[in-house]
Structures are given as structure tokens and as C-alpha cells.
């Protein structure tokens, strides 16, 4: 499996989450998002619980293969826009590489 080129992170740590914005390369380049997408959670899989982070009742979010589906519009975008491939491989990194990074409202716990 090769390595990938997509790096994401959310730009707030701690108990400000939602006050932060996406900073995604590929190949080290930066990528522009959509308005819509830069500063909100990208709804993927996983446990985003402050409190209870090993409790599998606390997972939400959209798995990967429906998260491409529902997203591949404004993807298609960005990837033309960038120049990136637009194939199953890169759409799945693309994924994965948010998926690291993702959050949620609350899951600071700053606003509790």
C-alpha cells in the first residue's frame, strides 16, 4: 500500500474546536475547500466522545465508501481544481486522511 499523499489537520486544538478550519495538503501543496466544508466536521466514522472515547455506543458518522458517494461533487471540484486524480484511490485517501483528523461539536468538551 503506498503512502498517503493527503495530509489533514484541524487548524484548533483543545477546548476550541469549533472555532478551528481544515489544513489539507496534497503532496505537501495546500488544497482550498469549499466554504461549506472549511470550517465544519467532514462527518466521517468514528468516536468524537469527549467523555466516553472507547464506547463503541458512541460512534456516528458517515462510513467510508457512503461518505464518498454523499461528497464526490464538491471532491470533484477540488481534485480538478488541484489536479488531483480523480479515482477510487485517491477519494479513499482523501477519507482516511480527514478521518484522523476529524471532530465534533462537543467532542472538546469545551462547551459542556
Known sequence: ????PFHAKWSAQGHTL???HWIIHYQGLPLSLPDSKAENDMDTRGNFSYLFPDEDDFIEGTAEDDWIVANVDWLMDV????HIPLDEEHL???????NVADWRCGSCG???
Open 18 to 20: 469549533c472555532l478551528g
Open 79 to 82: 481534485f480538478a481544481q488541484h
Open 110 to 112: 469545551g462547551c459542556i
Open 1 to 4: 500500500m503506498a503512502d498517503n
Open 92 to 98: 479513499r485517501w482523501f477519507y482516511q486522511a480527514v
